[in-house]
């Protein structure tokens, strides 16, 4: 199983572009999430799905919009994209959305918006 | 609301030393889980332990303990004979309701932990 796997890696955006990060995982979770880490800080919720079709947003959805069409694939779109969208992305799955269950993490996407 | 503090920003510690890292919640839910996640240089986030409010242990898995209580909010981490593979910034993270019947994690600011050689 490759997990949770994120394209691109790294990516360089000026203001006002858009771009969509991607987000596949192959254990059959139901839940992904959406996370952004800023330096010295911990992670902030996004967005996140409980099952394809379904989404809902987190702590800072503000300037991101997301789909779930698929199981596998939670992409994260970023509109109109500001120096304050500077960060790097986590994705996330876990099997199930009750509050025991471990979430594992995709590497990550370094953006930088100039 | 939740909230989750790691008051040490960083510490160093010289290998084989044991290091504790502190985390400390707040929550109104009587039913609650904890987590540590370790982030290496690499960046990907890796799960470690996790406890939970009704089962107040301290447990022990290899050369990582915890130390739960609810007494003062507090679910401290132990790297026991620490390595230069320790090395890595670490969360603590809260489990709380999110809606829709679903669950999010409240994460700290994180402890970095340099281990000397």
């Known amino acids: 199983n490759a997990g949770v796997t994120q394209t691109p890696k790294f990516r360089i955006l000026k203001i006002g572009q858009s771009m969509t990060l991607q987000c596949a995982q192959d254990?059959?979770?139901?839940?992904m999430y959406w996370y952004r880490q800023d330096p010295g800080m911990g992670l902030k919720l996004i967005y996140y799905?409980?099952?394809?079709?379904?989404?809902d947003k987190g702590e800072v959805p503000n300037g991101y919009n997301v789909s779930r069409s698929t199981t596998e694939d939670f992409p994260l779109r970023l509109e109109l994209a500001a120096p304050s969208q500077t960060s790097v992305y986590f994705c996330?799955?876990?099997?199930?959305?009750?509050?025991?269950?471990?979430?594992?993490f995709g590497p990550g996407t370094r953006l930088t918006v100039l | 609301a939740q909230k989750v503090t790691q008051a040490q920003t960083e510490i160093s510690v010289v290998e084989k030393e044991d290091v504790t890292l502190d985390c400390v919640y707040e929550?109104?839910?009587?039913?609650?889980?904890l987590f540590w996640y370790k982030q290496p240089p690499s960046g990907e986030l890796v799960f470690l332990i996790r406890?939970?409010?009704?089962?107040?242990q301290n447990e022990i898995s290899g050369r990582y303990s915890w130390n739960f209580q609810k007494s003062t909010s507090s679910f401290n981490f132990t790297i026991t004979a620490s390595q230069v593979v320790d090395s890595a910034v670490y969360f603590c993270?809260?489990?709380?309701?999110?809606?829709?019947?679903?669950?999010?994690?409240?994460f700290g600011k994180g402890t970095k932990l340099s281990v000397i050689p």
């Open positions: 996330a799955s876990s099997y199930s959305g009750v509050n025991y269950n471990e979430q594992f």
């Open positions: 254990m059959n979770h139901n839940y």
């Open positions: 799905s409980v099952g394809a079709g379904i989404t």
């Open positions: 929550t109104r839910d009587t039913t609650y889980y």
């Open positions: 406890g939970n409010s009704f089962d107040e």
């Open positions: 993270a809260l489990s709380e309701p999110s809606g829709a019947g679903s669950y999010q994690l409240t």
